[in-house]
């Protein structure tokens, strides 16, 4: 479940076990070839506080919840310190989502992080939220952009959810009057190739063309299908950025760089849940993950021997992408855009 995180200036709770394995892995696929600055598109930042009321069996209900922890900005750049030691990470955080949460105690944290320039802030927003008010929060806490989510709608449901009823047209026209952001990470079953996310994206784009759309976890396309179709749909997807969160397999970035404009393309590492050891296991539209730490969505276990030797899934992430932007021929420059460049210009900085 959550995990307690206990800020101060030397310490950290060890929110992963680095091993000699994640050392050699580090060195022998990461090191040489990770860009000096990265701009993390996609960070979950918030503090015991404002999430200690959700009941375990709400965290329970999604694997994603079980293995995430609490986590301070200050946290957030003591892990990465850790894990890429040769490397300035600054990056754009937000709150959790969770309808059971503190949404308004996490804005009004992440915000206060803004103005010590701990992070970039993006506001999450409920859809039922009045727009004035929200436009009023927004504009004090100089947030870069909002971050809806469809588990805000209907009690969590993570089902059949439509753009523009988990962030409302008024909410929309918050951030094309201003100029600012959205992250998206889209619901319904069929993720990105979904006709009616397609639809609705494309209506977004039109209709509030000074709003900049960030697509997240490509579309949530953990597979090559979601992508590929996504994109067929969609046709020219230079109106969009597209994050690479939580996304692993070298198919879905093979795709994701023949078709989508490296300039369009944000690092994004999802910290706050993604700090154990293991693989993912995919076909055409299905993923597993498998893991050596103990949750109780983990039953694809391996020999003791096998999961021994698993390092951290941000490194696989990491080594996922440095290998494709090689194999696509991108330049240097192309690779800093991706691990930051694209990311300020996309939030305005």
Known sequence: MLKASYTGEFFML????????????????????????????????FLNEHVDMIPEESIKSFWASECAHVLSCDDAHACARELYPDTDYTFAGFPTASPEADTEGMNEYVARMGREGKCTPLMMVRPEWNAAEIEETFLAGNFAGLKPYPGMVGGGSRGEVGIFDFLPHAQWDIINRHKKAVMLHIGRKERFADENNIRDLLTARDTYPDATIIIAHLGRSYCPYYLEEGLRKIGDPAGFYFDTTAVINPDVYDIAFDAIPAGNILYGSDMHVLFWH?????????????????????????????????????????????????????????????????????LGL
């Open 278 to 346: 293991g693989r993912r296991e995919w076909d055409i539209k299905d993923y597993y993950n498998i893991t050596r730490e103990e949750y109780s969505w983990n039953i694809n276990r391996r020999s003791p021997e096998e999961e021994a030797e698993y390092t951290l899934f941000l490194y696989e992430q990491m080594k996922s992408m440095l290998d494709a932007i090689e194999k696509h021929g991108l330049t240097e420059e192309q690779k800093y855009d991706i691990f930051g460049n694209n990311a300020l210009r996309a």
């Open 14 to 45: 060890p929110f992963f076990e680095y091993t000699p394995v994640d050392s050699m892995f580090y060195r022998k696929y990461i090191a040489l070839r990770i860009p000096s600055k990265i701009f993390d598109a996609h960070v979950h930042v």
